[in-house]
Structures are given as C-alpha cells and as structure tokens.
C-alpha cells in the first residue's frame, strides 16, 4: 500500500514559483499513474496534472497550461510539480494521488485514484 507523502508547498508572491514533490519513501512509484489535485476553499476539487504510467504521458488542467509542468525521477521515486507564473488563484491545498488502474480518458476524476497524500499547502498573494 503507497504513503503518499507531498513537500514543497509554501507562500509565494503572484508571478513566482514552487515545486510540489510527490514521494513514497517504501514503494515504487515507476508503475502507478501520478495526479495531482488541488482544493481551495469554496471551489470545487480540480485535477491539476497528471503523468501516466505507460510511457509518461502529460495532461493538464487548461488554467495550468504553459505555467505548470509534471515530471517523474525514478531514481528518486518522486513525480514533482514545477509551477511558475503562480497567481492567486492558484492558492489551494494540492494533493497528489496515485493509481494503477487505466486513467484515460478522464484522468481528473478523483475517484480513478486508490491513493492519496495528505496534502501541501500552496498560497499565492497579489
């Protein structure tokens, strides 16, 4: 069974970055599809990104287009999140989540996923 563990969020200014790392610590990642999920208060849940098991294929939500990308290091056992030109209303709580099952083609549904962090909180100000 995955522990989904997240690093790397904080508070940033708009317009700078962070990178959200995704690990467990016990267990291979290389075979699971990797999403990451972002809640904010008074929004609905949102699948930000995700890689896929097969050949590390990419998708992404349309309002992290060209800002954010997803990448895997199986060296590291890590599927990390780079986001840049962060706005305000990338504030959230961001979750990765894992799977093994087929993600396509609605990769951003939550409930595809078995596994799930507890989350890093990401807050942008203006």
């Known amino acids: 069974q995955l522990q989904l563990v997240e690093t790397g969020g904080g508070s940033v200014h708009a317009g700078g970055s962070l990178t959200l790392s995704c690990v467990d610590f016990?267990?291979?990642?290389?075979?699971?599809?990797i999403a990451w999920f972002r809640q904010a208060p008074g929004k609905d849940d949102e699948g930000v990104s995700c890689i896929d098991s097969d050949n590390d294929n990419t998708y992404y939500a349309d309002s992290v287009k060209g800002r954010f990308t997803i990448s895997r290091d199986n060296a590291r056992n890590t599927v990390s999140l780079e986001m840049h030109s962060l706005e305000p209303e990338d504030s959230a709580s961001y979750y990765c989540a894992a799977t093994d099952r087929p993600i396509q083609p609605h990769w951003a549904r939550p409930l595809l996923y078995i596994y799930w962090g507890r989350g890093a909180q990401v807050t942008v100000s203006s």
């Open positions: 016990d267990h291979s990642l290389g075979h699971y599809s």
